[in-house]
Each structure stands twice: as structure tokens, then as C-alpha cells.
């Protein structure tokens, strides 16, 4: 029984990374329709923003806490200048958007080994997050997962709010539930547009910070969970983000309980083969925006 | 006016055809030495996995990102059965009795020591594996970008499946140190010409198989199922099959590509078909010409001859370089070098003539 909620919180925790990377993904292809390969490069930024910090302010803890908005504002502010420079010139071709911001994302780990050297570096922990809570009998959970699991969720909530309750918010939801009606309605959509690029890249650089927890920071750190990030957001539907949330604790349970059965290499399959299957039974994701689009 | 674009298109593709048998066939030969050649037999290889994705993703949108996993396939499929002949028969693989871990031959190994069986997996067995993904995703109509993160996403797999069963697959490493081909010694330079040669002969099939696809009534029904695909399904046609028949020939050719690469390499590994070489694959493409015929050819050459003369002196220089092609290319020249010819005779005449068919689109792809 403990090994299988062993698994579970393991799930959960997988979850709750996919889900911070995804949150950020499904905001801007949800609203954009527009997939940014160097999202992956975004939450780098974040990583090796928090391992500098940690250069100048040595309390572990302390840098820490600095660095998820700084992580925020370098990466939004990243976010900000791709979508300037290329993004908003490409909205109408979502494919070549696609392989564009993966040249992006090539430059950027080519500069950060410039800059920070090919191999991984590595940042301290504050002390509290090194140690586990134990939980019952032989169960015991790392401090640092539950502190992204909370980090998470009050991420969550804080989206879900903003979008719900600020004017921000109800510009976004304007523009992704109708883009054309919300131009006519006064809505500067190029201008939401941007602010949403701010706010899904932020995303990923606190996601970065996150990640600075659980391993090392590596220029092409961000080049393999960004995939499974994708996934969620394809599986979950775009245009919400209750679906990327339940999609992500899903395949993370997923992930962990067959990897517990079988190896990882073949879990990785396994979840790729479900996904397929889900998309059979619903190609749009989980959830959809009801649209009178023919699509 | 040039006399060429008097002539009709049946005489200009005989004359262009012509043209690259000689290039390929005599001038290579004669002038690069065997080291340049093998390079060049690789570089051609890439080239047949470009004609395949300019047939997919140029005419008919399907940019897929995995193509890494069918000439994994086709070179697996062959390196499979070279090892096997290396070793004799009833013998296993070298690094199956260095790592030690196996006491027989895997079952799923040995069909793959009969060279007919063999030979028709490293196509057969690409084509299937896009027929089961397409048929599910086309008729689901799961298309665009949510197609390209599938494709990525399948390669992903593909890789960390050959990684982790080490024992049956060789891990991290592949299949290396191939010695013979059919009999035939690879560590000859005799025996690599016609190695080389064997790929030429491939490539240019493979072309005039193409050429005749992208003329044919289907051609045209790919470019428009590209185009609107809403509008051909109310004419009646089902898109799915469509995309799937152009998404199943660029698999088979990415195989057929990947087991002419091992012989022509000796290797087969993981980081040569996971998700970064898979888009390298496209970046070819992309700089050639998407829709062209010859474009992703020759794109894909000149790309992979550019990271073989950078990468080695300047290998950070070339990372930028290639970022900078996708960015570049893509965004301000959608239609490849290919199309700068055009772009540059419209602008000298005075009354622009129509647009190509292929090209007008490329200007504004279609939304997904």
C-alpha cells in the first residue's frame, strides 16, 4: 500500500512540474495558436537566473525567494522581445512559427554555454527543502516536491483568478474565445497578445527556479520536458486550462505508475500509445472551447 | 527570354535528370576523393529523407518532426542483419556477448538474419508504423501543429526506447563497426564506390517517383488537401487518405534512407534519429525549397556539407548559424532558396506574371 502511495505522490509531483511548464504553454497556444519551441530555453533562463542570484545573495533560502520574480521578469521580459521580434509576424502560420522559435531556442542554449560553460552547474538548496516530511509508517516525501506541488497550485489559483476577475483577464478570454469580434469591440488585441507572451514565459522561468530543486541547470535542460509539456496541453485542449491541470496529474500518475511496472523506457511508450488512443476518442483534448469553427 | 523556359516540362525534367546521373554518376566520382565521396553517399542519404518531407510537409503540410523514427527504422532493420551476417551463422552480435546479458538471440532478432526479410522490413516496416499513427491521427483529423508535437513526440519515445534495452539494442552506442555489406567488405574503397553509387541510383529513383507523385491528379489533390482541406472534403474526397498516402511514402523513403546509411557509415545509433537530427532533417528542406522538387534536395546537401565544414573548426559558430537558418528561412523566405529565382525574374519584368500554384500558396500558409 505505501509503495503504491509512494507512486502516486511521485505522480503527483511529475504532474506538478509538466503542469508549471504547460500552464505557460497552453496560455499563449491556447490564445495565439502559436507553439513556442524556445519555451523550453524560457525556463532555462529562469534556472540560470536562480543559479546567478545565488552568486551575489548566498542564504540559499533567501535567493531563492528573489528569484522566482526575477525568474519571472527575465523570461517574460524574453518572451516579450520573441513575440516583438518574430511571433507577431507569423500568426498565420503556425507551422512556421513552430521551427522558427526552434531556431530561437538552438541560439539560446548555444548562448547560455557561452556564457555559463557546456557543462551543468548546480545551485544549494535551502536546508529545509533537503529534508523530507514523513508521512505514516515508511513513507517519506521531499520537501523540495512539496514545495513545487505548492508552488503549483498557487500558480493555478493565481491564473485562474487573474482571468477571472481582472480586466486583463477578461480581454484574454475575449480574444481566445473570438479574436475578430474582440478587435471590433475595442479589445488592442496585439497588445493582449503581448501581455499574455509575458505572462506564459514568466511561467516558465519560475518553472525554471522550480527545476533548479530537482536537478541540474544544463544549456538543453529544457529541450526534453518541453515535449512532454506540449503533450499536456494537446491532451488537455487549448483555449482553458482545467483540462492541461487534470491532463498533467494524469499522465504524471501514469508515467510513474507503469514506469513502477515495466522500465522507463517503456512507460515512455506506453503514455505515447495512450495518447494516441485518447485522441481517437476525443482529437480536440479534454476539453474545448465550443467554437463555429468548421475545425 | 532563356530558350530553357521555351522547352516543354517533359524535355526540361528528362534534361534535368540527364544532368544529375552525370553530376552524380561521373563528375562526383571523378573529382572527390574517396573520403569526400563517402561523405557525399551520407549527405545523399539525408537528401532521400528531404525528398520525402518535401513531399509530406511542401505539398502536403504535414510537418512532421519525427522523421528520425523511419530511418531509424530502415537503418536499424539493416544494421540488424549486417551485424548478424558479421557474426555468422548462429552466432550473437559482438556487443550482445560483450554485455553478456543474454544467453540465445532474442526472437525478434532472427528473422532479421534472412536478407530478403530484412531488406523488405527496412521499408515495409517504416511504412507500417506510419500507416498505424496516420490512419489514427488523419481520420481523427489531428492535423497542424498537434500532428507536429505527435511526430516529435513519437521520436522522443523511439529514443528512449532503443536507450533503455541496452542488451537487444545496443543503448546508447547503436550498432556500430559494420564490416560487410551483402559479402561484400566495407572497408574497401572499391566496395564503398559502389556503396555511393548504390545511394545515387536510389536518390534519383526516388526523385523520378516523386516527380511523377506531384504531377500526377493526386499531386493535385495533395496541394489542395495542403490548401483547404475543408473544401476538398465537401467535394467529396476524404483528406485523411490523402495525407496519409504522402505521410506512409516519406516514411518508406526515410527507411529506405536509413538502411542505405549504415552501410554507408557503419553506425546506427539513437542521437542519429532522436528529435534534434529529426529536425535537422526539416532545416534542409526548409532552406531548399519546401514545395520544390529538387529544392529539399539539394537543401538538405548544402546544409549537411555546411555542418561538416563548420561544425568541426567552429562548433558553436555552426549552432548559431543553424538557429539563425531556421529563423531567417522560414520567416522571411517561406519558399526556400528555390523560390528566390522566381522572386528575382518577377521582379525584373514588368507585368509580374501569374504566380506558380505551389508558390502563391507558400505565401500564406494555411492556418492549422
Known amino acids: 500500500m505505501t509503495v503504491i502511495l509512494g507512486q502516486l505522490f511521485t505522480g503527483v509531483s511529475i504532474g ?35 543559479y546567478v542570484l545565488q552568486q551575489t545573495i548566498t542564504d540559499a533560502g533567501l535567493s531563492l525567494l528573489v528569484a522566482l520574480p526575477v525568474a519571472f521578469a527575465v523570461a517574460g521580459a524574453m518572451g516579450v522581445l520573441l513575440e516583438w521580434a518574430l511571433i507577431r509576424r507569423l500568426y498565420t502560420r503556425p507551422l512556421d512559427t513552430l521551427l522558427v522559435t526552434w531556431g ?68 484574454i478570454r475575449a480574444v481566445v474565445q473570438n479574436r475578430d469580434l474582440a478587435a471590433v469591440s475595442g479589445i488592442p488585441t496585439a497588445r493582449v497578445d503581448r501581455l499574455t507572451f509575458f505572462i506564459g514565459s514568466g511561467l516558465a522561468g519560475v518553472a525554471g527556479v522550480a527545476l533548479t530543486l530537482l536537478g541540474p541547470i544544463g544549456p538543453t535542460m529544457g529541450t526534453n520536458i518541453i515535449i512532454d509539456a506540449f503533450l ?9 486550462l482545467k483540462g492541461s491541470v487534470i491532463v498533467a496529474f494524469v499522465l504524471g500518475m501514469l508515467q510513474a505508475m507503469v514506469e513502477y511496472l515495466t522500465t522507463l523506457s517503456v512507460a515512455k511508450v506506453i503514455v505515447f500509445i495512450a495518447i494516441v488512443a485518447f485522441l481517437q476518442w476525443r482529437p480536440q483534448g479534454l476539453f474545448t472551447l465550443r467554437t463555429r469553427s468548421l475545425a | 527570354m532563356n530558350p530553357l523556359t521555351n522547352l516543354s516540362p517533359r524535355v526540361r525534367a528528362w534534361l534535368g535528370f540527364g544532368l544529375g546521373a552525370v553530376v552524380l554518376f561521373a ?23 528531404a525528398v520525402g518531407i518535401g513531399l509530406a510537409w511542401g505539398r502536403g503540410g504535414l510537418l512532421t518532426l519525427g522523421q528520425g523514427v523511419f530511418f531509424g527504422l530502415g537503418g536499424y532493420a539493416m544494421a540488424m542483419h549486417l551485424k548478424l551476417a558479421d557474426a555468422g551463422e548462429g552466432n550473437m552480435p559482438d556487443f550482445m556477448e560483450l554485455y553478456g546479458q543474454l544467453d540465445e ?26 500507416f498505424g499513427l496516420g490512419s489514427l491521427v488523419f481520420r481523427r483529423r ?18 528512449i526506447l532503443l536507450i533503455g534495452q541496452q542488451g537487444t539494442t545496443g543503448g546508447t552506442n547503436g550498432l556500430t563497426d ?33 516527380r511523377q507523385l506531384m504531377h500526377s491528379r493526386y499531386g ?3 496541394v489542395a488537401v495542403r490548401d483547404s482541406e475543408e473544401r476538398v472534403r465537401f467535394l467529396g474526397y476524404n483528406p485523411a487518405n490523402v495525407k496519409l498516402v504522402a505521410y506512409v511514402v516519406a516514411a518508406g523513403m526515410a527507411g529506405l534512407a536509413g538502411a542505405l546509411f549504415v552501410p554507408a557509415v557503419g553506425i546506427i545509433s539513437p542521437a542519429l534519429i532522436g528529435i534534434v537530427p529529426s529536425i535537422e532533417f526539416v532545416i534542409g528542406v526548409a532552406v531548399g525549397g519546401r514545395a520544390a522538387l529538387l529544392g529539399p534536395v539539394l537543401g538538405a546537401v548544402a546544409v549537411a556539407w555546411a555542418k561538416t565544414a563548420l561544425s568541426e573548426r567552429f562548433p558553436g559558430t555552426w549552432t548559431y548559424l543553424q538557429g539563425a537558418m531556421f529563423v531567417l528561412v522560414v520567416a522571411f523566405l517561406p519558399g526556400g532558396l528555390a523560390s528566390l529565382w522566381g522572386l528575382l525574374k518577377r521582379r525584373r519584368e514588368a507585368t509580374p506574371p501569374a504566380p506558380e500554384v505551389g508558390e502563391r500558396v507558400l505565401v500564406k500558409e494555411v492556418a492549422a
Not at chain 2, 563528375?27 to 529523407?49: E, G, M, N, Q
Open chain 1, 104 to 171: 530561437v531556442s538552438l541560439m539560446l542554449q548555444q548562448l547560455a554555454r557561452d556564457i555559463f560553460g557546456a557543462p551543468n552547474v548546480q545551485t544549494k538548496a535551502p536546508d529545509i527543502l533537503t529534508e523530507s516530511t514523513s508521512l505514516g509508517a515508511d513513507l517519506s516525501i521531499a520537501n523540495s516536491r512539496l514545495f513545487i506541488l505548492g508552488l503549483v497550485l498557487l500558480a493555478v489559483a493565481a491564473l485562474t483568478a487573474a482571468l477571472k476577475f481582472t480586466p486583463l483577464g477578461r480581454r
Open chain 2, 178 to 210: 559494420i564490416e560487410g555489406f551483402f559479402g561484400y567488405d566495407l572497408d574497401d574503397p572499391v566496395n564503398q564506390r559502389m556503396v555511393y553509387f548504390i545511394i545515387a541510383g536510389v536518390l534519383l529513383a526516388l526523385l523520378a517517383l516523386t
Open chain 2, 142 to 159: 489531428v492535423r497542424g501543429a498537434y500532428f507536429a508535437i505527435l511526430s516529435q513526440a513519437l521520436a522522443a519515445a523511439m529514443v
Open chain 2, 27 to 49: 563528375a562526383a566520382p571523378a573529382l572527390l576523393t574517396d573520403f569526400r565521396l563517402s561523405l557525399l553517399a551520407k549527405y545523399l542519404c539525408f537528401a532521400i529523407v
Open chain 2, 220 to 222: 493535385e489533390l495533395l
Open chain 2, 105 to 130: 538471440l532474442p526472437a525478434w532478432w532472427a528473422p532479421f538474419a534472412n536478407p530478403v526479410f530484412a531488406l523488405a522490413a527496412t521499408v515495409l516496416l517504416p511504412m507500417l508504423v506510419a
Open chain 1, 232 to 240: 499536456v496541453v494537446v491532451v488537455g485542449g487549448i483555449g482553458q
Open chain 1, 16 to 50: 506538478a512540474v509538466l503542469l508549471l511548464i504547460a500552464l505557460g504553454l497552453a496560455l499563449t497556444f491556447g490564445q495565439m495558436n502559436v507553439i513556442n519551441m524556445a519555451h523550453g530555453e524560457f525556463i532555462m533562463a529562469g534556472a540560470y537566473t536562480t
